[in-house]
């Protein structure tokens, strides 16, 4: 097992959360994914979210920090591959771009936070509601 730094991003708007369908899994959730070396967690979720998405957000609010196995930290992938994630989730505001899927999405979609997409990651749910709960301070799973 390996530990790795993570980041995700929640962006919403009039139409709702911005969801993305993962070329990984198949299944939809926040944009994000891994911290690079010599990468702030700040300048990695903007990375990310241009790379996935083809938006550029900023960072405004920490939502939380999640480690814990249960909030569903630790992921196997299709390759054997386990990945236990130490994860910062960030609320941002788009600063430009438009919508484009890259190479690791397979849709980018709106959905109203209670209309969300069956095939949702559960970790990916934690952290949408943990966001949408308003609190000032972040959480820590």
């Not at 790795?4 to 991003?9: D, E, K, L, N, W």
């Not at 709106?110 to 749910?125: E, I, K, S, Y």
Request: glycine share 10%; aromatic share 6%.
């Amino acid at each position: 097992m390996v530990i790795r730094p993570g980041v995700s991003a929640f962006i919403r708007c009039a139409e709702g959360v911005l969801l993305q369908k993962r070329d990984d899994n198949g299944l939809w959730g926040l944009p994000g994914g891994s911290v690079e070396p010599g990468e702030s967690i700040t300048e990695a979720v903007v990375r990310e979210v241009r790379e996935e998405t083809g938006l550029d957000v900023e960072p405004v609010r920490l939502i939380g920090v999640y480690s814990s196995p249960a909030h569903h930290q630790i992921v196997t992938y299709a390759d054997g591959n386990v990945i236990h994630y130490i994860s910062s989730s960030f609320e941002c505001r788009i600063t430009g771009g438009e919508i484009a899927c890259g190479p690791e999405s397979l849709a980018c979609e709106w959905f109203l936070p209670d209309r969300l997409p069956p095939g949702l990651m559960p970790m990916a749910r934690v952290r949408i509601t943990d966001a949408l709960a308003g609190e000032v301070r972040a959480f820590i799973r």
